[in-house]
């Protein structure tokens, strides 16, 4: 941006000078920003009234086991599971049940590979959604690399 500085003959300058109405908008601006006040969103809701404590009604939720021994044998809750048919009529059981059981599978660390992955498909086919692993502390030793360095 050239500025131009008037001619040397003694005549005044035709342009406005603007940088006193910028700094008299910017001063504006500024007391608008902070005048204005905080904006707060707040939703009232009517929160009922406490009452007196309940007798003690715990209700353990219902867990269901399924387990692959290292002979690879299903169990479901500790019984022996015949048959692909009736391991997934299980599971499809314990899918519709409401309130439906937390499954915990904990496949024993002899247990074959394709035999798992046989099982977390049907699972996964079967529709359940509460689903957990257990006792996956047994395969720690399993992921260590032999010379990976420790964590401090």
Do not use: C
């Not at 131009?4 to 504006?28: C, F, R």
């Not at 939720?61 to 048959?83: E, F, R």
């Amino acid at each position: 941006m050239a500025m131009s500085g008037g001619k040397d003959d003694g005549s005044p300058m035709m342009e406005m000078n603007t940088t006193p109405l910028i700094d008299v908008m910017l001063v504006l601006l500024i007391m608008f920003i902070i005048t204005i006040p905080v904006a707060t969103h707040a939703v009232n809701i009517d929160l009922p009234t406490p009452s007196p404590t309940p007798p003690n009604l715990q209700v353990k939720p219902v867990k269901n086991t399924l387990v692959i021994n290292a002979q690879d044998q299903v169990l479901w809750d500790d019984q022996l599971v015949g048959s692909t048919g009736q391991l997934i009529t299980l599971l499809k059981t314990s899918a519709q049940t409401r309130p439906e059981p937390e499954l915990q599978f904990k496949p024993d660390a002899q247990a074959g590979y394709e035999r798992a992955a046989n099982v977390l498909n049907w699972i996964k086919g079967s529709g359940v959604t509460k689903f957990g692993f257990v006792g996956n502390e047994q395969f720690a030793s399993f992921n260590k690399a032999p010379n990976a360095p420790k964590a401090e």
